[in-house]
């Protein structure tokens, strides 16, 4: 436990360090550069998407370019559902059911021996360890049918139906608001 502590200690220090001297370089900007989450600074979406194979082919800036609360403090049981869903724009909303190909990175959370059946595509690998953290907007909740090579590194592409609105766990925490069982997952070539 104290190795992980000063792990953990030393690998603060070294971010603080090097965001000092990043800070104090030529070429380091003047003004914060917003929030990195924030993907309305691209301008509106190509409009309409690129269609590969009767897909519609999405990019992030057509799933993720909102703001959303995630903090379910005060809403009753009974009203998360429409909570959830009122945050959605309509724009996004009418992707549900549609047949679409999302490119991103897998962070797995349901494993075995190496193989992943259920992760989160992701829009950027911020997700995972360090990072700004990404919001509910920046992942799709992916169940396959057979069960892949776990890989964070490289690309992913999901071919198959999008559903677009609240899931739920068991325990009622927000988990996704998009989700897919695709019928094609495959990793970019290096």
């Known amino acids: 436990m104290k190795a992980l502590r000063r792990a953990l200690l030393l690998a603060g220090l070294a971010g603080a360090m090097t965001l000092a001297l990043a800070a104090d370089s030529p070429d380091a900007p003047s003004e914060p550069q917003g929030d990195m989450r924030d ?4 301008g509106p979406p190509e409009w309409p998407p690129a269609m590969v194979n009767g897909y519609a082919k999405l990019g992030w ?8 609360n995630e903090s379910m403090f005060g809403v009753p049981p009974n009203k998360r559902e429409d909570f959830v869903a009122n945050q959605i724009p309509d724009d996004v909303k009418k992707w549900d059911g549609r047949k ?3 490119t991103g990175y897998m962070l797995p959370f349901k494993l075995e021996k190496g193989l992943a059946s259920e992760f989160l595509l992701q829009r950027n690998t911020l997700g995972c360890c360090f990072g700004i953290p990404l919001a509910m907007p920046d992942w799709v909740e992916v169940k396959l049918k057979t ?8 690309p992913i592409t999901i071919t198959g ?8 766990a068991s ?13 094609k997952a495959e990793f970019s070539k290096p």
């Open 100 to 102: 679409v190909v999302i």
């Open 39 to 42: 993907l309305t600074a691209l």
């Open 61 to 68: 800036e057509h799933l993720a370019y909102f703001k959303f």
């Open 161 to 168: 139906v999008l559903r677009v609105g609240p899931v739920f």
């Open 147 to 154: 069960p892949m090579k776990a890989n964070l590194n490289t």
């Open 171 to 183: 325990g009622g925490e927000l988990i996704a608001i998009y989700e897919m069982v695709p019928e």
